[in-house]
C-alpha cells in the first residue's frame, strides 16, 4: 500500500460517519388514502396546500441531515419529478437527497430488505415521508451516540410525542402501551391493545416488572415515526422477514424476546396539552419487593453504571416541540387543524416550507393567499386556509377548511371542517361535510356530501344528490389484477373484463383504458366521450356509472375495499363492472321491448307514491299539532317528527314547509307581538333542526312569505306585519341569518307582484332588511379597525407558547 493511502481511507470512513443521514419511506403500504393517492402518492399529497413530503424534508435539513435517502416503490417517476423540481436541487442546498427506488417489497419490513446498507457507516435517521415536525434532532442525535458507549446493544431510539386519552392525534383503533424506565428511558417492552376487535391483554414479560427497581407504564404516548437506528437495524430485519412494521413488530419481538439482547431507548416530547397522571402509570419495587404507584421525578437522575439515556445526559435535549406523522385521514385531518392554529410554531402557513406561495395571517386564524375573492356577503370564519385564486361567493359559508389553488364555492355552500385540494368546486347550495375532496372535483347544485368521505380526483357530483357518510368516490375503478402496492393501486373501466395489468412503468397508477369505439355494447369504453348526448354508445356509457350515488350528471364510481380485488361483500371489482353492464344493457332493451308496460308501471308508481305523501302529510301535521296541545318537549316532538320520517320515506324539504306552517298557524294573530315572539321562541327549535345551509334557511323565508301572502284565515291587515315579526323573531333566536333575509328581499324585489312573491309583503320589510345591512357593515368595520390589534397580541402570545 502506497504510503499515507491508508490514513486517506480512514479519514475518508472517519469524515463519512460523521455526516448525519437519513431514510425517507415514502410509500405507505396501505390503502387509508384511496382513491386520493391513485394519481399520486401520499407523500405527495397536499397537507395546508404543502407536499407532506415536503415538511418532512425541511425537518429533516434543520436537524442538520447533510444527506437523504429517498426510498420509494410505486410512484417513483413522479416523486423523482418533483425532487428534481425542488428547492432542494438548487446549488446552494443544505441537503442533498437521493432516490432508492425498490421493486418487491409491500411492507416497510421488506423495503428495509432491499435497502443498500454499505453507504451507512454510522446512525441514521429513519422516518416515513410524511412526518411533520418542528424538531432540531442534531442533539438528540448527539444523545443517542454518546449512549451507545455506556450500551453498546442500542440499536434504536423512538421520538414519542405525549398526548391526552382525548387528543385528536391518538388513534383511536388501537391503543399501545410503553413499559420505560423513567431513569434512563430505556424502553423494555411495548404492545398494543386493539379497539376494532377488541382486546384485553398485554404482552409484557414479566422479568421486565420482577428485574428493574423502577418502570413506567404508559398509555399516554403517541409513535411520531422518527427513528435513530444503528446500522444493525439493517441485518435484524433481513434475518426476520415477518418483521412488517418498526413500532409493532421490529420493537415489540425484539423487546419481548428472551434470546435477543439489542436494547431500545425513548426521547419524549411534553404534550402541547396538560398531561396528568391519567394515561401512565408508575409501579415502584422497592429492595424487599413491595411494589407501590409512585409518579416519575422531574429532577431524577440515572446512575452512570446503569446506562441510559439519563436525565443528566438529555439536559441539553429539548423535550419541547411538535412532531407527528399522517397515519390516516384521521391524523391528516388533525395535524392541519394543529399547523392552522399554530400549536407547531414556527412551522405554520405563513412560514410555508415549499416557498411557493406566501400567505398573510388574519383575525381568526384565516391564512390567504394572493388573489382571493371573497364575495361581501361571504362568511369565512375562524381557522380557514384560502389557497390562490379561490373564490368564496355571497352567502356562502367556509370554516375550519383548507381550500387549494383555484377552489371555487358557489352561493348558498357550506364547507365545514373539510380539505379541498386544487381547483375543487362547490356548487349552489351544496354542503361539505368534515370531508377529503380531490383535485378538479366538480360538485353541482344541491349536493350534500356527509362526513368522513373521500372523493378522488376528476369526479363530478350531483345534482341533488345526497352522499353518504365515509363514502369513497373515484373516477375510475381499481383493476381487479395490478400492482401488490396500494399506493399504486391501478384503475380500469368498468367495461374492461380482462383484468390485465397496467401497462405503466414502476406502478405510476395510470390504469389502462379501452378507448375502442366500435363494436357491441358489451366493448364499448366505460370512459365518457366527448360526443353529444343522445347517441346509444354515449347513454350506455352514461349509465355505467354509479348514478345513484354520484347523480344524474354525475361521473365516478364508488370505491370498494379491494384487498385482494374484491370488496367487503367478497365481489371483485370486474366482476361488478360486469353485472353493471349487463344492467345497463337489460335496461336499455327493456326499454325498446317493454315500453308500455314501464309506462303503466311508472303510473302506479306515481299514485303510490301520491297517496303515500298524502299520508306523510296528514301524519306530520297531526304529529306536531298534539305536541302543541299536550305542550311537549321540543327534544321529544322533533323525536316523533323523525320517526315519522323514516316510516314514510319523508323529505326533509316537506318537513320543514309543514312545521314552519304549523308554527305560523298556532299564532294568536289578535295577540301580536306578544304571541308571535312566544310561538317562535318556543317551537322555532324545531324549524332551526331542519336546516343545514343558507339556501335552506332562504327557503324558510320563502314558507313564511307564500303562508302570509295566501292563508285564507288571515285578514289583510295582518299579513304585512306577522310577516315582518316572524323575520325579526327569527332572526333574534338565529333560526334564520341576515345574509338570507337580504338574499331573499334582494332576489324578491326583481320579480312582479303575484309573481311567486307578494311586492306588498317585500315592501313591508324593507325598512328591516336595511337596517340588517346597515348592521352588517359596522361589525365588518369594527372588525377591521380591532384586527391589527388583536393580530399583533395573538402573534406575541403564540410566540410566547
Partial sequence: MAPGKGNKQEK????????????????????????????????????????????????????????????????SQAIEAYIKQSKWMRVHSPMKIKITIVRKPNSLGEALCEIDDTPFVSDFILCTGVVISNMDLSQLVKAHMANKHKDPEQVMTMLLQEATPSHRLRDKSEESVYVINPRTNRLFSLDSVSSLPKT????????????????????????????????????????????????????????????????????????????????????????????????RGAGSVGSKDEGGISNHDLAYVSHSGYAAGVIDTSSYDAISRDLIARWAYPLCPDSNPADETAYS????????????????????????MLGSNSHVADFAQVSDSVLGTGCRIGEFATVRGSHLFNEAKVGKGSVVERSVIGERVNILENVF???????????????????????????????????????????????????????????????????????????????????????????LELESFDLNAVGTSGVGYVWS??????????????????????????????????????????QVASASVKVSDESFEHELRQSIKCSFERDYDVGVAGFEINNLRFTFNGSQEDIRRIVTQEILKSIDVSALPGSAEHVV?????????????????????????????????????????????????????DIVEDMAIVYWYNKASEKADGDDVSQDLVQKIATFVEWLEEESSSEDEEGDDSGSDEDEGSDEDEDSD
Fill in 449 to 539: 356530501v356527509e362526513r368522513g368521505c373521500i372523493i378522488g380526483d376528476d369526479v363530478t357530483i350531483g345534482p341533488n344528490v345526497r352522499v353518504p357518510e365515509f363514502t369513497r368516490i373515484a373516477r375510475w375503478l381499481p383493476q381487479e389484477i395490478g400492482d401488490d402496492s396500494s399506493d399504486s393501486e391501478n384503475y380500469a373501466s368498468s367495461d374492461d373484463e380482462s383484468g390485465l395489468d397496467s401497462d405503466s412503468d414502476e406502478g405510476n397508477g395510470k390504469g389502462t383504458r379501452n378507448t375502442r369505439t366500435s363494436g357491441s355494447a358489451g366493448e364499448r369504453a366505460t370512459a365518457v366521450s366527448a360526443a353529444a348526448p343522445g347517441t346509444t354508445g354515449n347513454a
Fill in 561 to 602: 375495499n379491494v384487498m385482494g380485488g374484491h370488496d367487503r361483500d367478497g365481489v371483485s371489482a370486474n366482476t361488478r363492472a360486469w353485472l353493471r353492464r349487463l344492467r345497463t344493457v337489460g335496461s336499455v332493451l327493456g326499454d325498446i321491448t317493454t315500453a308500455e308496460e314501464d309506462l303503466s308501471k311508472e
Fill in 361 to 384: 395571517y388574519n383575525r381568526g386564524a384565516v391564512y390567504k393567499a394572493d388573489s382571493v375573492v371573497l364575495g361581501r356577503e361571504s362568511r369565512v370564519e375562524h381557522h380557514v
Fill in 12 to 75: 475518508a470512513a472517519a469524515a463519512q460517519s460523521n455526516v448525519l443521514v437519513a431514510i425517507v419511506l415514502a410509500d405507505s403500504f396501505d390503502d387509508l388514502f384511496q382513491p386520493l393517492s391513485f394519481n399520486k402518492p401520499r407523500c405527495l399529497l397536499p397537507l395546508c396546500n404543502v407536499p407532506m413530503i415536503e415538511y418532512t424534508l425541511d425537518f429533516l435539513a434543520s436537524s442538520g441531515v447533510k444527506e437523504t435517502v429517498v426510498v420509494c416503490k410505486s410512484h
Fill in 200 to 295: 384485553s391483554e398485554l404482552d409484557i414479560p414479566i422479568s421486565v416488572i420482577t428485574d428493574n427497581p423502577e418502570v413506567e407504564i404508559r398509555a399516554d404516548l403517541i409513535d411520531t415515526n422518527v427513528y435513530i437506528c444503528s446500522p444493525l437495524v439493517f441485518s435484524m430485519f433481513r434475518d426476520n422477514s415477518d418483521y412488517q412494521t418498526v413500532r409493532r413488530d421490529f420493537i415489540h419481538s425484539i423487546s419481548t424476546s428472551p434470546l435477543e439482547s439489542a436494547t431500545f431507548y425513548a426521547h419524549i416530547l411534553a404534550g402541547t396539552s396538560s398531561i396528568g397522571a391519567d394515561g401512565r402509570t408508575a409501579i415502584n419495587r422497592s429492595a424487599s419487593g413491595r411494589r407501590g404507584v409512585s409518579s
Fill in 681 to 733: 321562541s318556543r317551537w322555532g327549535e324545531l324549524i332551526k333542526r331542519t336546516v343545514s345551509s343558507n339556501l335552506e334557511q332562504v327557503n324558510v323565508v320563502d314558507i313564511v312569505e307564500r303562508f302570509c301572502a295566501l292563508d285564507g284565515s288571515l285578514e289583510e291587515s295582518v299579513r304585512s306585519r306577522l310577516f315582518l315579526l316572524v323575520l325579526r323573531f327569527m332572526y333574534e333566536l
